[in-house]
């Protein structure tokens, strides 16, 4: 027997579809079923390995093994990410590019970033006291955005700031869609990429001046490993990739208030011990609630991983949704249970909501820290700083929509910040 027949297998001309119907569950059902870390598949036409769990995730994140480039399927480059942006690179290209995003996430920049947010909550919750009844997503994309483009350097275009805020949104509505969601994607990075284009060439110019900390600096006089400027469309690309992932966590401020409206015994933990019980909420929210449903790499050389052979250009899905809810590795999995981190060990390699590994040397999120620090924000907010009531809705989160998100989008009424909000 070789290998390649030790490797569970689905046996099909091609899975593509029943991924977009299993969503985030496609990978996680199928090593369930087949009780494995790893099986072979046909998707998009072409042989695939699926693999997840802590030990995979360390695989995964080998750049010896694997690489992005060419891994990332075009559809995906034209909405989500842009077309030869940071993700797809390797080498010393990408770590010379990713050291350009990392620079924009030191402590002190972080903190700037939260007092901005802050101001944008607290403006919103003033604004939504004058109204009947919001939709939480649609609002907290757009005060993301507001602080995302403050902090970056972006400039603010009062008449449209929700237009630029749902384009930057529709951008990852994009992601696992297909017909007008995908669509709606494609035409929203075609508008905003153009109009940051400009803006680069304006900043290049000295046109339009911005503080030399800003991502919109960085980006418009970012040298690559050749000492050549970025082309302005491409400086423009890696701008929206610092303020395309911001909006992106109105997501988990919808999750979190999810999570306290199902479970509101952890609003009066939240008061008891804020400190402690806030940072066991946020991880708990980010691992529970499904936000990336799988990675994909290529494998670079043939290689061997516990008697499974990888050939040589074959495409590899990192099962991120079904790591995060591998019983082997989490107590109850299917249970929201903050208190697990209480003596959670802090591997890179289990909790990869937004990826594993090193930040600065491979391929995990850059802004991992903003999200959880953003999400704290939100929290504060949600749970002590808001009063508010939550209408009947349906807030049931479908494993098939890639990327998840109620249909309701969490609707709130009666606002009323409390007196410690109005204090403050």
């Known amino acids: 027997m070789t290998n390649n027949e030790q490797t569970p297998q689905e046996h099909t001309l091609d899975q593509s579809l029943m991924l977009l119907k299993d969503g985030y569950d496609y990978i996680f059902k199928r090593r369930r079923e087949m009780d494995t870390e790893i099986f072979r598949t046909r998707l998009l036409g072409q042989p695939a390995i699926c693999i997840g769990g802590k030990d995979a995730a360390e695989l995964f994140y080998d750049t010896t093994k ?27 290209a990408h770590r010379h590019r990713k050291m350009l995003f990392m620079s924009l996430m030191s402590r002190e920049r972080l903190d700037d970033f939260m007092e901005l947010l802050r101001e944008e909550w607290e403006a919103a919750a003033k604004r939504w006291e004058q109204v009947e009844e919001i939709e939480l997503f649609g609002e907290s994309q757009e005060l993301l955005y507001r602080a995302a483009c403050r902090w ?42 153009e109009w940051l284009e400009g803006f680069i060439m304006d900043v290049r110019a000295g046109e339009c001046k911005v503080a030399e900390d800003t991502a919109a600096y960085a980006m418009a006089f970012h040298r690559d490993t050749q000492n050549r400027e970025l082309d ?44 402690v019980y806030r940072q066991w909420f946020v991880q708990e929210t980010r691992r529970y609630y499904p936000f990336t449903p799988f990675l994909g790499a290529s494998v670079i050389h043939d290689f061997t991983w516990k008697g499974h052979e990888f050939e040589e250009g074959t495409m590899v899905l990192l099962d991120i949704y079904g790591t995060t809810h591998d019983p082997k590795l989490w107590d109850e999995a299917d249970q929201f249970k903050p208190e697990r981190f209480e003596h959670w060990g802090g591997s890179p390699f289990d909790l990869i909501p937004q990826g594993g590994g090193d930040p ?12 959880i620090d953003a999400m704290r924000i939100g929290l504060d907010y949600l749970a002590k700083r808001l ?3 939550v209408p009947e809705q349906d807030l049931e989160l479908s494993l098939s929509r890639m990327p998840a998100l109620p249909e309701s989008r969490f609707k709130m009424k009666n606002i009323r910040r409390t007196d410690s909000a109005v204090m403050s």
Not at 70 to 88: C, N, W
Not at 165 to 171: E, T
Not at 240 to 246: A, D, L
Not at 360 to 371: L, P, S
């Open 387 to 389: 009063t508010y009531e």
């Open 66 to 92: 694997f690489k992005r480039s060419g891994a990332i399927p075009k559809r995906i480059q034209k909405s989500l990410f842009g077309v030869d942006a940071v993700q797809t690179l390797d080498g010393e």
């Open 360 to 371: 600065y040397t491979g391929h995990r999120c850059a802004g991992e820290w903003m999200t």
């Open 152 to 193: 970056s350097g972006v400039p603010i275009e009062e008449e449209i700031v929700r237009e630029r805020a749902d384009d930057m949104g529709n951008m990852v509505e994009a992601f696992g869609a297909i017909g007008p969601r995908h669509a709606a994607g494609r035409r929203a990075r075609r508008r905003t990429e």
């Open 232 to 275: 302005a469309r491409m400086a423009a690309i890696e701008l929206i990739n610092i303020v395309r992932p911001i909006v992106a966590i109105g997501r988990y401020v919808v999750f979190s208030a999810i999570a306290l409206h199902e479970h509101p015994q952890y609003k009066q933990k939240l008061a008891d011990n804020e400190r």
